[in-house]
T-cell receptor, first 113, second 114 residues
């Protein structure tokens, strides 16, 4: 079946621009996670949704980062006024329950110039 | 989540077994040991997990020390497609409503030669 998809796969933004990254989880998956992966590092947790509720946003690095999942399926990660340090791969993962194994999408590579 | 320690890199030859070690000396009694791997330019994928007993699945085997302070992921016959970064992650059994995010370290980069 279809896995987790993310779009766009690559995004180049000029410093100061706003960007929106989309995640389509596996249908029916309750839990959705966003992670940020800098070059050469492991992924780092950003935020977690259970259905449409954002239950944990402790990993968001600043108030320029905002995520939503209004209908409990598709999620969008928005970054306002992008900075060079935001350059990374943004990964989305979903799972049928909060403790089940997580299924990751291919990621969106964001480059801020 | 407790911390894990893995070697930065390992090398293997195709068709040979690979043993990837992980130390987790501060593991608690309620922590599961999970392994994920990340192939180049892809998101991580689940490999295997266990609590106390050794586990086998179609991808790999997980050997857990009796004191649970270390574990080893075993790939029985490495292929070129197994070249990836392998992450050993501890994940609590009990979770709060905030969910159970995975806490990744730097993992072990496995190279496989033909």
């Amino acid at each position: 079946g279809a896995g987790v998809s993310q779009s766009p796969r690559y995004k180049v933004a000029k410093r100061g621009q706003d960007v929106a990254l989309r995640c389509d989880p596996i249908s029916g998956h309750v839990s959705l996670f966003w992670y940020q992966q800098a070059l050469g590092q492991g992924p780092e947790f950003l935020t977690y949704f259970q259905n449409e509720a954002q239950l944990d946003k402790s990993g968001l690095p600043s108030d320029r980062f905002f995520a939503e999942r209004p209908e409990g399926s598709v999620s969008t990660l928005k970054i306002q006024r992008t900075q060079q340090e935001d350059s990374a791969v943004y990964l989305c993962a979903s799972s049928p329950t909060p403790t089940y194994e997580q299924y990751f999408g291919p990621g969106t590579r964001l480059t801020v110039t | 989540d407790a911390k894990t320690t893995q070697p930065n890199s390992m090398e293997s030859n195709e068709e040979e077994p690979v043993h990837l070690p992980c130390n987790h000396s501060t593991i608690s009694g309620t922590d599961y040991i999970h392994w994920y791997r990340q192939l180049p330019s892809q998101g991580p994928e689940y490999v295997i997990h266990g609590l106390t007993s050794n586990v086998n699945n179609r991808m790999a085997s997980l050997a857990i020390a009796e004191d649970r302070k270390s574990s080893t992921l075993i790939l029985h016959r490495a292929t070129l497609r197994d070249a990836a970064v392998y992450y050993c992650i501890l994940r609590g059994v009990f979770f709060n409503q905030a969910g159970t995010a995975l806490i990744f370290g730097k993992g072990t980069t496995l190279s496989v030669s033909s």
